[in-house]
C-alpha cells in the first residue's frame, strides 16, 4: 500500500534551517507530486508548497517565498522540504502528502508528520 | 478565504451533522475538498469537487453545494467520525483551507 514515511522531530534555534524528509514507497513515486502542508500547535492546516517528483516543479505559498526549498530524489523515492530563517511562529507539525490521483491539488495519503520546535 | 460554521457540533452517536463551508469567492469548478482529522492523526481526504467521496470513505459522508455555499453531511454519525472536519480550496493557488469544525460527543 502507498505510504509516506516522515524523519523524526527536530529542534532549532531561531534562524536557523530544517530539513525534514518524506520516503514514499507502494506506488510509482515520479507519477505524482509531493505536497507540504504545517499545523501548529491547536491550529488549522497551511498548504505550503507543491513539487512534482516527476520534472522538479515547484510551486510554493508566497508567504514561504524566498526561505522554502523543496527538493526529490528519484533514485531512493523521498521529498525533501527545507525551511529557513526559523522563527517561532514555524513551530509546528509538518506533513507530506501525495497528489491525490494527480490531482496536483489534493493530498492523500499523508504522512505522520514530523514536529520541529524552534525554541532558544 | 474560508470560513466554516458553526465552531463546534455536539451531536450524540446516529444523529445527522451538517457542517457549512462559505467562500468569500466564486469557487469555480466546485474545486472544493474536506479532510477529517482526528486526534494527534494526519488530516485524511473525505469529499472532492464538492461531491465526490474520496476511496474508501463510507456513504455516510455527503457534500453538496456550488458557487460560495458548500456543506458536508454526516448521516448516522458513528463514533469514529467525531473529528475535526477542514474544508479546502483548490481552484487557487495557494490552496487555502478552513479554520474547521469540530464535531464532539453530545
Known amino acids: 500500500q502507498v505510504q509516506l514515511v516522515q524523519s523524526g522531530a527536530e529542534v532549532k534555534r531561531p534562524g536557523a534551517s530544517v530539513k525534514v524528509s518524506c520516503k514514499a514507497s507502494?506506488?510509482?513515486?515520479?507519477?505524482?507530486?509531493i505536497n507540504w502542508v504545517r499545523q501548529a500547535p491547536g491550529q488549522g492546516l497551511e498548504w505550503m508548497g507543491w513539487?512534482?517528483?516527476?520534472?522538479?516543479?515547484?510551486n510554493f505559498a508566497p508567504k514561504f517565498q524566498g526561505r522554502l526549498t523543496m527538493t526529490t530524489d528519484t533514485s531512493t523515492g523521498t521529498a525533501y522540504m527545507e525551511l529557513g530563517t526559523l522563527t517561532s511562529d514555524d513551530t509546528a507539525v509538518y506533513y507530506c502528502?501525495?497528489?491525490?490521483?494527480?490531482?496536483?491539488?489534493?493530498?492523500?495519503?499523508w504522512g505522520r508528520g514530523t514536529l520541529v520546535t524552534v525554541s532558544s | 478565504v474560508l470560513t466554516q460554521s458553526p465552531g463546534t457540533l455536539s451531536l450524540s452517536p446516529g444523529e445527522s451533522a451538517t457542517l457549512s463551508c462559505r467562500a468569500s469567492?466564486?469557487?469555480?469548478?466546485?474545486?472544493l475538498a474536506w479532510y477529517q482529522q482526528k486526534p494527534g492523526q494526519a488530516p485524511r481526504l473525505v469529499i472532492h469537487?464538492?461531491?465526490y467521496r474520496a476511496t474508501g470513505i463510507p456513504d455516510r459522508f455527503s457534500g453538496s453545494g456550488s458557487g460560495t455555499d458548500f456543506t458536508l453531511t454526516i448521516s448516522r454519525l458513528e463514533p469514529e467520525d467525531f473529528a475535526i472536519y477542514y474544508c479546502?480550496?483548490?481552484?487557487?493557488?495557494?490552496?487555502?483551507f478552513g479554520q474547521g469544525t469540530k464535531v464532539d460527543i453530545k
Open positions: 502528502a501525495r497528489d491525490y490521483e494527480g490531482s496536483g491539488s489534493l493530498f492523500e495519503p
Open positions: 507502494g506506488y510509482t513515486f515520479t507519477s505524482y507530486g
Open positions: 513539487i512534482s517528483a516527476y520534472n522538479g516543479n515547484t
Open positions: 469567492q466564486n469557487i469555480r469548478s466546485n474545486f
Open positions: 469537487r464538492a461531491s
Open positions: 479546502q480550496q483548490y481552484v487557487s493557488s495557494p490552496r487555502t
